[in-house]
């Protein structure tokens, strides 16, 4: 028997809520905001050149990422057929007992179903996949992605991985696994990390993989599936054991959400939990549904964040530019300067001005090391300090940062927040209902 | 509605199985081994001096002990009330929504229902519990005996225990709380550790209680008690977080039992659960009957522990001894030779030398500041060496020391292990089936 699906339908708001007007503007204005406030200043000091991370249009505008990790087999590919709706079309993830997903599967909207290389994806700089291409040939052969429409799709890009292995050595996979698997965590709106009850060991791959959550424990949801499969006593035993071996290797004080069901379009096995498990599921679309309603307040707090970011790198260049133009007398070998300060940053109390200035967290400033390298490839000469990215039309560059950063971006969030006309509590969605 | 109680009496066999011949000469003849081989080494060496922990014949010959500890008004006396079938007698403990149970309450046989003042209990040698003198009158005074005919007390004693109240300072319960919970701990055979899901907090006071619980690890077992008070989700969810706070207390890598049940002679309420419930509920009666079974299987391993123990203590003194007696000469002062080798005995190669000749880790040996201490309040000239501890009749002491250790009771524990008259296994349990 399959399981009734409207419930789906219901809870992600699929056939009710449609991408608002007031939506798309918000996403041109933060866009628009990036481009005149923020990116210009990457430019000047090179920001991504720092990081390696530089922010692209598509993942401004990209959808918000649900990332699907776990052992093999242990139901990720199926629970998107499920999500999805694909079980017996001709789109539908192959699944199996043996590890079936070799490929990381990105599964996106589209006008019409086809399948998009890696490579593809990697070239296109609109899709947000591009700085993938970093991790190597042999992993943009791992790589595929799937489009289709989809009223999921719409709201939401699916990844599947391929399962966990422990025991497998590294170099087998051809590309480095645990970078990978930290890109797409790190970007992750959802990660969803999938069990299966009977066969729940906690290896050196799956730790690595939690210890690699640190920072996006808010992100991360374990999921028990397959709970239909044990007797509800074996499952308490099992799902107290996921408590136990999770605690020592994740580092927050309330631990993660564990849901408890069975993601897949047939009935549940056994009658005991099914409403449990029904309720379980109906949480978990609940929780989606948040990402879905939420994903522009997050992506201005994500430009804002970046934005802080690129304003720490720029201050320190210019306080680096400005030690560098103080010490070099007429006869200094400009090189042993510059070596002297990259070496030895903290005898010109450079990183100092910055944390009085700025008033972050010394946590959240760069490496001294980052700058060494930094220094090594671009030479101060490349760069002009702050108050020369002035001009008379346009302002200066910090100023604009600076608004950005303290006015643009926090008013950008208040628009998409505030109630203007009506004073019932307006949702958060912008997929307004109709 | 009342739940029926059958399962109870017949998962712990209540009403088929009786005291056996054997059982009693099996315990008859641990008791004169105790007596004859490890009993006059003690004295002859004040083992229970340095550990302050003698072995009593009450404590030989007593019931397993069950202890029961947590939070007030978890419903601690309550799963007492109801394992014993107390509901609605006027026996049945007193229980409330407040914190209702101030004192330590030892349920045990007796031929008729009396309580019994704890000054009395620690005062008669043949209990199991005159060593709790040592706490003081103001915890006498919490003490109290409660003797009642009953089947499941003639084969455990049950004690109750004053719930935990976070927050309280440890001066204000008159007695050293913490030392009198260790004593339990050490002492119980299994160890009942009760939570009310709706008010699942790890305080200090329950911290402290998980680390008491190093090394009693396989004795304990966490019941999540009152589970159909609250919805299935509600109840996964403090399930887990039960296991996550613990995770960091209690340094073993297999998880403790964890049961999750309403132990009280009422029905549960909602529909839910209930056959999980009542598995659980007949799983921890499962566990109970293992105790009950494998007693003196348990005893005879601890005496044969504390047989080993003192065996290191007799051999150490001998070696202090000898190395007093070598290193004393015509002139010198007795003093300064004793505080010579008693301040540092790793010069003399004491503790190392009891290593080679034992076969025992370095981490069973006792502290040499406990020596200091020994030697300070009892004179090397109180003791003779292992050689003079023998004669024509009765041997050498360590001699029949080291043949209760390595003979007498393996040989005792194997015969209440074999199966000499049938070829079917035979019940490991000493209680008889009739």
């Known amino acids: 028997i399959m399981r009734d699906r409207s419930h789906i339908e219901e809870t992600l708001h699929l056939n009710t809520a449609e991408l608002s007007a007031e939506f ?28 390696q991370y530089e922010v692209t249009d598509g993942e401004i505008t990209s959808k918000p990422m649900i990332l699907f990790l776990g052992p093999w087999s242990v139901g990720k590919s199926s629970m998107i057929n ?25 599964i996106m909207h589209g006008e019409k179903f ?23 040939q042999g992993f943009l052969e791992r790589l595929v992605g799937i489009e ?54 906690v290896g050196g791959e799956l730790e690595m993989l939690f210890r690699q959550m640190k920072g996006r424990e808010s992100q991360l949801r374990l999921i028990l599936n397959k709970a ?19 605690a020592p290797l994740v580092n927050v004080t309330e631990p993660p959400r564990v849901y408890v069901s069975s993601f897949w379009p047939l009935d549940y096995t056994g009658d005991t939990s099914r409403e449990l498990f029904m309720k379980e599921e109906i949480s ?5 549904n948040q990402v879905i309603e939420n994903q522009l307040e997050n992506k201005i707090a994500f ?40 070496s030895d940053p903290d005898k010109y109390y450079i990183f100092k001005s910055i944390l009085a200035k700025t008033n972050i967290s010394k946590f959240d400033l760069p490496d001294k090391e980052a700058y060494e390298d930094f220094f090594g490839v671009n030479p101060m000469a490349n760069f002009k300090q ?49």
């Open 24 to 51: 798309t503007a918000a996403q041109k204005k933060l866009l628009d905001i990036y481009h005149t406030a923020i990116k210009p200043m990457e430019d000047a000091y090179k920001y991504n050149e720092l990081r």
């Open 82 to 106: 499920y999500l999805l709706g694909l079980h017996g079309t001709s789109q539908e993830l192959y699944t199996g007992a043996e590890p079936t997903t070799s490929e990381y599967t990105v």
């Open 114 to 136: 086809r399948t998009v290389e890696g490579i593809v994806m990697a070239a296109d700089s609109s899709r947000s996949f591009s700085p993938l291409e970093k991790f190597g």
């Open 148 to 201: 289709m429409p989809h009223k999921l799709l719409e709201r939401v890009t699916l990844v599947d991985t391929p399962g966990i292995i422990e025991n497998r050595k590294q170099q087998e996979r051809g590309y480095p696994y645990n970078e990978v698997c930290q890109w797409f965590i790190d970007r992750a709106d959802l990660i969803f990390l999938v069990f299966d009850p009977t066969k729940l060991d």
């Open 228 to 246: 239909d499969t044990v007797s509800t006593q074996d499952l308490m035993r099992v799902y107290g054991a996921l408590f136990w071996s999770m």
């Open 284 to 288: 978990l679309l609940d929780d989606l």
């Open 303 to 342: 430009i804002r964040q970046h934005g802080i970011r690129v304003r720490i790198h720029a201050l320190l260049v210019d306080r680096y530019l400005q030690t560098y133009y103080d010490k070099l007398g007429w006869f200094s070998d400009p090189y042993e300067v510059l070596h002297d300060i990259v």
């Open 386 to 434: 702050l108050s020369y990215h002035c001009s008379w039309s346009g302002g200066c560059l910090l100023d604009k940062l600076e608004k950005a950063i303290s006015h643009d971006l926090p008013a950008l969030l208040n628009s998409i927040n505030t109630t203007p006309d009506t004073c019932e509590e307006k949702p958060k969605n912008r997929w307004r209902r109709q």
